[in-house]
């Protein structure tokens, strides 16, 4: 691991948030967490080297991640801790026959 000083880079945050605009604030949800009414956008998945990746703001966006990233509802009912976070997921893929 490499740890980089990035205070000649004041903007970073404001760049980074550039990467991830905030979803419009939809009034109503159906019980499964989507707006009421409007189709929800699927997730983005990245390739990133080895891995395919995404972001997820909320547990609720889950849902509209491709399946492989996804969690049981029931494993999130045991993690209430983590129920207002947004979340980095990647998937490793296969190389040469073996997982790496």
Do not use: C, N
Request: aromatic share 16%; no cysteine.
């Amino acid at each position: 691991m490499r740890f980089v000083d990035l205070e000649g880079y004041p903007r970073f945050f404001d760049d980074v948030r550039l990467a991830f605009p905030p979803r419009l604030a939809m009034v109503g949800r159906s019980p499964g967490g989507s707006a009421l009414g409007v189709q929800a956008s699927t997730l983005e998945v990245h390739d990133v080297g080895e891995f395919e990746a995404s972001f997820v703001p909320t547990q609720a966006d889950f849902e509209r991640l491709d399946a492989r990233f996804r969690l049981d509802p029931a494993v999130w009912a045991q993690l209430p801790q983590y129920a207002d976070w947004g979340f980095a997921v990647f998937y490793t893929r296969k190389r040469r026959g073996e997982w790496i």
